[in-house]
């Protein structure tokens, strides 16, 4: 390990790896929650354009990324909101008009599509001093704004007709969300690669949604497990001379599996103590009641429990779901 850290292109590549692993999944936290869950796959896509155009001009690749990606997602983000095309439709549109375009680019570079293979898959060497410097500060801003707006972002994603009747712009956090998954595609194309990054979105996400409960719980486990599986994938395909996006993404699958059992287990003594007979019974008419000034939501202070596509809060041996101005109870 102290042979490793000896090398200036692997520290640069362990920070790089660090950030990826954090903030990949700070926002996938998100992007799951939404259903997007390949929107970081079309992304990258359209970040290949972005390298493509740095290619034919000779300019440095991260910051065009960067740029087609987060206009990329602005724009199918504004299509969605005018009802003007499907999230499929979008989607279909970044995957390979972005492809397409970034093939092309680098074909008239003279460099064909071999001159994007370190950026589709992530490469250790290719991680410059300038481009950690541009890393480090993207991912400060995705892990601020992911983190500080947890709570507003999190209720727009579980519920927009929701989120609305409290006050929140949720045309403004929809397009924070979908900006803070393009520049974090686009930063992390050098550990992981674009066609391997929307996995360390999602899958962390996945593992943590098995091993932790709530929505806080998942996001903080997401976070801890990208960090760990991103170094480690580092590390190990340094070793064994193995691509780093391969290797880490197949870590983090290596997790998820692990997580199923722990899943079901827990799963299980959930359900038995939901079985169990409330050992404070109250009546219905006053439970019901007992919500007149009571707004459920992140922060609550109630538990919230995945139920189809919103979330119940357990309150007092009930479920209970908002809707609009009042509560249903399950």
């Known amino acids: ?3 490793l850290l000896n090398l200036a292109f692997m520290r640069r590549a362990l920070v790089a790896a660090a950030l990826a692993g954090l ?3 700070a926002i996938g936290t998100y992007i799951v929650q939404r259903r997007l869950s390949l929107l970081g796959d079309g992304l990258g896509h359209v970040a290949i354009a972005g390298v493509g155009l740095a290619l034919a ?3 440095a690749p991260l910051p065009w990324a960067v740029g087609a990606c987060v206009g990329g997602a602005a724009l199918i ?5 005018r009802g003007r095309a499907s999230g499929d439709i979008g989607l279909a549109i970044l995957f390979y008009g972005g492809l397409a375009a970034g093939v092309l680019l680098a074909s008239l570079a003279g460099q064909g599509a071999g001159g994007l293979q370190s950026y589709l898959f992530g490469s250790l060497v290719t991680v410059s001093p300038g481009d950690l410097k541009l890393v480090v500060a993207l991912a400060a801003v995705v892990l601020v704004v992911a983190l500080g707006w947890s709570a507003p972002l999190f209720a727009v994603c579980a519920d927009e007709d929701y989120a609305k009747t409290l006050g929140l712009p949720v045309k403004l956090y ?3 969300i979908v900006v803070l998954a393009a520049v974090t595609v686009a930063t992390a194309m050098r550990t992981v690669g674009l066609l391997l990054v929307s996995a360390l979105m999602v899958v962390p996400v996945a593992a943590a ?3 932790c409960r709530g929505f806080f719980a998942s996001l903080a486990g997401a976070m801890g497990l990208g960090l760990v599986v991103s170094l480690g994938g580092v590390v190990t395909s340094y070793y064994a001379d193995l691509a780093p996006g391969a290797t880490i993404v197949l870590l983090a699958i290596a997790v998820f599996v692990l997580s199923w059992p722990v899943s079901a287990w827990t ?9 169990d007979p409330d050992p404070r019974p109250i009546p219905h008419h006053w439970a019901a009641e007992s919500h007149q000034d009571h707004v459920h939501g992140p922060g609550c202070g109630h538990p919230a429990v995945e139920h189809g596509d919103h979330l119940d809060y357990l309150h007092f041996g009930h479920r209970h779901v908002p809707h609009g101005d009042h509560h249903d109870e399950h």
């Open 267 to 275: 799963h299980r003594r959930r359900h038995r103590r939901l079985d």
């Open 1 to 3: 390990m102290i042979e």
């Open 23 to 25: 903030t990949a999944p």
């Open 209 to 211: 949604q098995n091993l």
């Open 174 to 176: 929809n397009f924070v």
């Open 77 to 81: 983000e504004l299509l969605r909101q």
């Open 57 to 59: 001009t000779g300019s």
